[in-house]
């Protein structure tokens, strides 16, 4: 096995780091917002706006698992863990997808609750709070999954979602408050039924985050994209016959690789030592985010095919 010795002491390291400072700046960013809006909906008497300040609160939370992580994940492998605690990394963005699931059950019941009961509309100034959380949250979605795709972060990419849900939700609360400031006597309704709207955007989001990393966890091939540009770095090689298999998993923001490679059946076992150390540098300077490459040489013409890779 060969291990790229400068991912995990520069850009994993790097990208850990990075991680942690966006998670600090998203706890203190959803505290302010979540302190703004419950306050003004508790005050203004705003169902949505309640709602949505909620769910800031719970990226509190969010931010600061994604935090706890980051920082587990950057602990360097022991006996115990040979691989690493990278998978901290993706536990981080499951959790996070259960809080909001968890969140989204709860704003759901309770709007749904105020809807059957005698609830006057709230103020056009609730909508203020709205277009503050807007801005920020969509500054911060942006950045973060730009991130988190660079850095291939899974629980990063799960805080962007986290983030873009808030905005989708503040255009659902101004809708429904901006409903019933309308028609206050007729539309009142509309704002609890906003609460309802945002309880199932949180849920919808938190399963899809939820779904991805428990895909992960369960150690679930990475994209086709991406083992197709690991078999063809191998491929290039020049002594390899074929690429019999590729088989992979995502650990964190790194990818480990099993691969099997066909060679001149009557090529010496030095020779085809050297070989598969070729193909594993070839495959971690050509593959972004690979941490090891494992390659078993085969006779070629003389491998049973697998089904897998």
């Not at 920082?71 to 536990?91: F, M, N, Q, T, V």
């Not at 709070?129 to 799960?158: C, E, Q, T």
């Not at 939820?210 to 020049?238: C, K, N, W, Y």
């Amino acid at each position: 096995m060969t291990e790229n010795p400068n991912y995990h002491n520069g850009s994993a390291e790097a990208g850990y780091r990075i991680g942690q400072n966006i998670a600090l700046a998203s706890v203190a960013i959803s505290a302010a917002l979540a302190a703004l809006k419950i306050g003004a909906g508790f005050a203004l008497g705003s169902t949505a706006l309640l709602a949505d300040g909620f769910e800031s609160a719970s990226d509190i939370f969010a931010s600061l698992i994604v935090l706890g992580g980051m920082i587990l994940a950057r602990r360097p492998a022991d006996s115990k863990h040979a691989y690493g605690y990278g998978r901290a990394e993706s536990l981080a963005g499951q959790t996070v997808a259960t809080i909001l699931l968890m969140f989204a059950v709860y704003i759901g019941a309770k709007s749904v609750v105020t809807l059957f009961s005698d609830k006057a509309a709230p103020p056009v100034t609730a909508l203020l709070p709205l277009g503050v959380s807007f801005a920020a949250k969509g500054a911060l979605s942006v950045y973060k999954r730009r991130v988190g795709l660079r850095l291939n972060s899974s629980a990063l990419l799960a805080d962007a979602a986290n983030d873009a849900m808030d905005m989708l939700s503040a255009i659902v609360a101004a809708a429904a408050i901006g409903l019933a400031v309308w028609q206050p006597d007729r539309l009142a309704w509309a704002d609890p039924v906003g609460g309802i709207g945002i309880a199932g955007i949180i849920f919808w989001i938190g399963l899809k985050v939820f779904r991805q990393t428990s895909s992960e966890l369960l150690d679930a091939m990475p994209d086709e994209h991406v083992t197709d540009i690991v078999r063809q770095a191998a491929g290039r090689v020049e002594g390899v016959r074929a690429v019999e298999k590729v088989l992979g998993r995502k650990s964190g923001m790194q990818y480990f690789f099993d691969l099997h490679i066909e060679v001149d059946p009557q090529m010496t076992v030095q020779d085809g030592h050297h070989l598969g150390h070729l193909v594993e540098e070839r495959i971690i300077a050509e593959c972004q985010n690979v941490k090891s490459v494992l390659v078993h040489v085969e006779p070629f013409g003389q491998v049973r095919r697998h089904p897998a890779g």
